[in-house]
């Protein structure tokens, strides 16, 4: 099978699972792979935050894993736009995870290098030079290396056991032979200098990330490098938190972080768990998404206002912000317990906030919408218009695809008139519309009489919907 192939086929089903919470539109053919491991190499400039936490929501990968794990989070949130870090995360990582009794196991089934038991009992310094000496000795072998080989057999067959579903096991396999490549005598490449952007082994990223001795030689106190949450591999306590996580308490949603649908189906989990959100991570994803700073504050802010005014947050809520998209890093944690929290927190960490509307999309729409009866047009079959005075909505639907805009009489500051300001997040329109509609049905009667016509089953207090198939 190829890997589009089986890329297909995971990614469809990675959208059934149940810790799925929400999936953004399907791609068929989008192969980028993304990061399946941070390149914050200086991780030790980070401030270690100990404050018990309730639900971690982050976006990203194995940066989230550490702050959930230093955190004590009873639950983690994993996000990212890219459905392939997902993919990682739930098929690749988390069954070498939850088939490792010790950080030594992982480490040893990620490089595919079988630790001697003096080195298994070893330090974390003692384990990470052993598998690179021994990745150098590979890079040299133009044959396959038979104690590889049976490491990655066993380390499938562990899997197999953990019955995660049939296509554990399959994905684990294919990153092992075509991904990781560590039968092709390709380590030499690597374990380069120049860390790729589409890095292919993270063994690399976690040396470079984790190593303590490699972060003593950078001039970090030994006092925090060996501090036992200062990552998941630092302890065996860490590590056992982390494989808690991984062992049914941990969910994915799969869209931009600045999407309100991202934080309503958060907000749904947390009714369903009893829970509250004590932390939000975005890593360094705003300084990758945009260089105009005017453009950085935008997201970063509208992301903070749509969890801030959807998901019920404790009094330890912290946004977590990673400045520059190479080392050297400034490591940033924000408290916010309120909407009039976002300006004043972002301000004072540098950010101009002038222009950051800390009016979420549900408001704006309640605002336009409640006193006006909506007109509704058919223009065909797939087409449909709704007018709330000059609130203009505008869906279509045709063979599985849905696409929504939205006009507002307000030009932003781009000089769009759009309730919503990216396309990715035509989503989240629909999403306040309904939640709007609701609201409102009790005291407009042709709010009232439409949602009985087009959503006679009701709408949740949340709604979600997909690109691929609207509510």
């Not at 490089?111 to 052993?130: K, N, Q, W, Y």
């Not at 501090?227 to 799969?254: C, H, T, W």
Request: hydrophobic letters at 35%.
């Amino acid at each position: 099978m190829t890997d589009e192939k089986l890329w297909e086929i995971v990614n469809r089903e990675l959208r059934t699972l149940p810790n799925v919470l929400y999936a953004s539109r399907f791609r068929p053919g989008f192969t980028s792979q993304g990061f399946m491991a941070s390149n914050e190499f200086d991780w030790h400039n980070s401030p270690i935050d100990l404050r018990k936490a309730d639900i971690f929501v982050g976006f990203g990968n194995n940066s989230v894993w550490d702050l959930a794990v230093r955190r004590n989070a009873e639950y983690m949130v994993i996000g990212d736009w890219n459905e392939h870090v997902v993919m990682d995360q739930e098929y690749f990582f988390k069954p070498l995870i939850l088939a490792s009794e010790n950080p030594a196991d992982f480490l040893s089934m990620l490089s595919a290098v079988p630790l001697p038991p003096e080195t298994r009992r070893g330090s974390l310094d003692d384990i990470f030079d052993h598998i690179e000496r021994q990745l150098d000795t590979y890079s040299t072998e133009d044959f396959v290396n038979q104690d590889r080989q049976s490491l990655v057999d066993s380390t499938i067959e562990k899997v197999e056991v953990l019955s995660l579903g049939k296509n554990h096991p399959r994905y684990l396999r294919q990153k092992f032979e075509r991904t990781i490549s560590p039968f092709r005598g390709t380590e030499q490449e690597m374990y380069a200098d120049n860390h790729s952007r589409d890095p292919k082994n993270p063994v690399k990223y976690f040396r470079d990330r984790y190593q303590p001795r490699r972060l003593l030689e950078k001039g970090k106190g030994q006092a925090d490098t060996h501090d036992p949450m200062f990552s998941f591999l630092s302890s065996q306590e860490a590590f056992d938190r982390l494989k808690r996580l991984f062992d049914g308490n941990a969910y994915f949603v799969i869209v931009s972080f600045d999407n309100p649908c991202a934080y309503r189906a958060i907000a749904n989990l947390t009714k369903k768990l009893g829970a509250k959100v004590s932390g939000l991570a975005v890593s360094n994803i705003v300084d990758y998404a945009a260089k105009d700073e005017n453009r950085k504050v935008d997201i970063l802010g509208r992301a903070c206002v749509s969890a801030i005014g959807v998901l019920p947050i404790d009094e330890t809520f912290t946004v977590y912000i990673t400045r520059g998209v190479e080392p050297p890093h400034n490591y940033e944690q924000i408290s916010m317990t309120s909407l009039d929290d976002v300006a004043e927190g972002l301000n004072s960490h540098g950010y101009d906030t002038s222009k950051i509307n800390t009016e979420t999309d549900y408001d704006r729409a309640l605002r336009t919408i409640a006193q006006y009866k909506p007109k509704i047009t058919d223009a065909n079959r797939y087409s449909v218009r709704l007018f709330f005075g000059n609130l203009h909505f505008y869906v279509r639907g045709s063979n599985g695809n849905f696409v929504s805009h939205v006009t507002y009489p307000q030009k932003d500051k781009r000089g769009d008139e759009l309730l919503i300001t990216t396309v990715d997040e035509r989503e989240s329109v629909y999403c306040s519309l309904l939640s709007v509609m609701k609201t409102v049905a009790a005291s407009n009667p042709g709010v009232r009489d439409y949602l009985k016509t087009h959503h006679p089953e009701g709408i949740p207090e949340n709604p979600t919907v997909n690109l691929s198939n609207p509510t």
